[in-house]
C-alpha cells in the first residue's frame, strides 16, 4: 500500500505544474510501469503518483512521462487492451483533442476519476507511436488529500528509464 507521506516532487523538470487543493477532495494513487510490448512489467522501472481526482487525462500522461524525464512531445493514448492495444474497446486518444479521426473519446476533458473507477483498474497508456513507449497504469489506492501538499507528486519510484531519444536521433 502506498501512502503520500513519501513524497517527493518532480525535480528533474520544472515545468510541471502543480497545484494546492481544498480539503475534501481524493487524491488518486496511480503506479506506471514502463512495460515491454506485450505488457510485461516485472523489474521495469516505475513510478507511483499522486495526482487529484479532477486531474485530466492529459495531466496524468504529462505527470507520468515527466516522472520519467522525458520530453512531453508525442500524441499519446489511454487504453484497455494492455497486450494488443489496437484491439480496444475503451480508449483516450490525444488525437480525438486535435481535431484527428479518432474512434474513442479526448483525454483534455476527461478525468482521472471517470477512467480509473475502481482500485485495480489498469489500461495501456501509450506514448509516441513511432517509438511506441508503453506504460502499464494502474489505480492502487484512493486517499484524502493532505492539506497544504501540492499535486502531482511522486509517491514510489524504481529504477531508471533508458534515454528516450538515442544518441543518433
Known amino acids: 500500500m502506498y501512502t503520500l507521506g513519501r513524497g517527493t ?3 528533474k523538470r520544472g515545468d ?3 497545484q494546492s487543493l481544498k480539503a475534501g477532495k481524493s487524491v488518486y494513487l496511480v503506479k506506471a510501469v514502463l512495460s515491454d510490448l506485450y505488457g510485461r512489467v516485472k523489474g521495469k522501472p516505475f513510478r507511483v503518483l499522486a495526482v487529484p481526482e479532477d486531474y485530466t487525462l492529459y495531466g496524468l500522461a504529462k505527470a507520468i512521462i515527466e516522472s520519467f ?3 512531453f512531445d508525442h500524441p499519446f493514448g489511454f487504453y484497455d ?3 494488443r492495444w489496437i484491439d480496444s ?3 483516450y486518444e490525444l488525437f480525438a ?3 484527428e479521426e479518432s474512434e474513442f473519446r479526448g483525454v483534455k476533458k476527461t478525468k482521472v476519476n471517470s477512467v480509473f473507477n475502481q482500485i485495480g483498474k489498469k489500461m495501456l497508456f501509450l506514448f509516441d507511436y513511432g517509438d511506441e513507449w508503453h506504460f502499464v497504469v494502474e489505480l492502487k489506492g484512493i486517499e484524502l488529500l493532505k492539506e497544504g501538499e501540492r499535486y502531482p507528486f511522486i509517491v514510489d519510484s ?3 528509464a533508458r534515454p528516450q531519444y538515442s544518441e543518433e536521433e
Open 69 to 71: 524525464d522525458f520530453g
Open 158 to 160: 524504481f529504477g531508471e
Open 81 to 83: 487492451e494492455i497486450n
Open 16 to 18: 510541471m505544474r502543480r
Open 89 to 91: 474497446k475503451e480508449g
Open 97 to 99: 483533442d486535435m481535431g
Open 9 to 11: 516532487f518532480f525535480q
